[in-house]
C-alpha cells in the first residue's frame, strides 16, 4: 500500500450499512480517491481491501443469489 493509500485511509470518512445490526458482524466502505475501501468493522486498524469503483458497483449492484 503506498503512503498515499495509508493516509487517505487513515482520515477517511467510513460508513455503516443501515441494515447492520448492533451483533458486530459488520463491514464499513470508503470512498478515497479513485479507491472503495472496506473493512472490518470490529478491526478498524486492521487491513482493508481496495477495489476500483466500477468493480465496487458491479458488487453492490449484482442481484441476490437465490
Known amino acids: 500500500m ?4 495509508t493516509a487517505a485511509l ?3 470518512a467510513w460508513r ?3 441494515r447492520s445490526g448492533d451483533e458486530g458482524a459488520c463491514v464499513e466502505v470508503a470512498a478515497i480517491p479513485r479507491l472503495v475501501a472496506v473493512r472490518d468493522s470490529k478491526d478498524p486498524a486492521g ?3 481496495l477495489f476500483p469503483p466500477a ?3 458491479a458488487f453492490t449492484q449484482a442481484p441476490p443469489r437465490s
Request: proline share 12%; no cysteine.
Open 16 to 18: 455503516k450499512s443501515s
Open 2 to 5: 503506498t503512503p498515499t493509500i
Open 47 to 49: 487491513p482493508a481491501l
Open 10 to 12: 487513515a482520515v477517511a
Open 55 to 57: 468493480a465496487w458497483a
